[in-house]
């Protein structure tokens, strides 16, 4: 295994954004769905809320150059809802979000997000709320998530988290990277690929 695939502990500057039932097409739009490639979709995370019809920047924590560089999301409830789109967890990751703090998720939403190596981690309504009052007065404050104990720090303040223990295990053995996964094992790959009839056919049986 890949052992830069590894993921035990995020640090990095927090940046909160509140609100429940927040949705994938909230976190990209639709109409930016029909690329070939995830490339980009960073600068298009939460489009339609950072920005009016004429392209004006509206007021938004994405927008703020105080949380410039944030790589912990921190959420409210159910974030993550709507469409199972995978483009939402790819656009935040492109915006530089390395792992979420969050009241709830969208199952397959974190799913989503385990699967691309952003870790999703819960926290109680009283925690994440702690989390986001320091965020907001205080831009650029640091978070810890540390994934062997499962709890997370900013300043002072440290509290429990919990995600499903089997993505858990899958970023603590970096078995979540399952491209690295592949190209380690790309020969017992083809070995097993030829042995497969449907898979080992001759041009003549073609024809």
């Given at each position: 295994?890949?052992?830069?695939?590894?993921i035990?502990?995020?640090?990095a500057?927090?940046?909160?954004?509140?609100?429940?039932?927040i949705?994938?097409?909230?976190?990209?739009?639709?109409?930016?769905?029909?690329?070939?490639?995830?490339?980009g979709?960073?600068e298009?995370?939460?489009?339609?809320?950072?920005?009016?019809?004429?392209?004006?920047v509206?007021i938004?924590?994405?927008?703020d150059?105080?949380y410039?560089?944030?790589?912990?999301?921190?959420?409210?409830?159910?974030f993550?809802?709507?469409?199972?789109?995978?483009?939402?967890?790819?656009?935040?990751?492109?915006?530089?979000?390395?792992?979420?703090?969050?009241?709830?998720?969208?199952?397959i939403?974190a799913g989503?997000?385990?699967?691309?190596?952003?870790p999703?981690?819960?926290?109680?309504p009283?925690?994440?709320?702690?989390?986001?009052?320091?965020l907001?007065?205080?831009?650029?404050?640091?978070?810890?998530?540390n994934?062997?104990?499962?709890?997370?720090?900013?300043?002072?303040?440290?509290?429990?988290?919990?995600?499903?223990?089997?993505?858990?295990?899958k970023f603590l053995?970096?078995?979540?990277?399952?491209?690295?996964?592949?190209?380690?094992?790309?020969?017992?790959?083809?070995l097993?690929?030829a042995?497969?009839?449907?898979l080992?056919?001759?041009?003549?049986?073609?024809?």
């Amino acid at each position: 295994m890949n052992q830069t695939s590894i993921i035990h502990t995020i640090t990095a500057v927090g940046v909160s954004l509140r609100g429940d039932e927040i949705d994938t097409d909230r976190i990209i739009p639709a109409r930016f769905l029909r690329c070939v490639t995830f490339d980009g979709l960073g600068e298009q995370a939460f489009f339609d809320e950072r920005f009016d019809e004429n392209g004006t920047v509206k007021i938004h924590p994405f927008n703020d150059s105080r949380y410039a560089g944030a790589g912990i999301l921190v959420v409210n409830r159910n974030f993550g809802c709507g469409s199972s789109r995978e483009h939402a967890p790819q656009a935040l990751a492109r915006w530089g979000i390395r792992a979420l703090i969050a009241e709830s998720y969208a199952d397959i939403f974190a799913g989503n997000c385990a699967s691309i190596g952003v870790p999703a981690v819960i926290a109680s309504p009283a925690d994440v709320s702690a989390a986001q009052e320091i965020l907001d007065k205080t831009p650029g404050t640091r978070l810890e998530i540390n994934l062997e104990t499962m709890h997370a720090r900013i300043l002072n303040h440290d509290f429990p988290v919990t995600m499903p223990e089997s993505h858990r295990r899958k970023f603590l053995s970096g078995s979540w990277d399952t491209t690295a996964a592949l190209l380690a094992n790309r020969e017992k790959i083809s070995l097993t690929a030829a042995s497969i009839p449907y898979l080992n056919f001759s041009k003549k049986a073609c024809r």
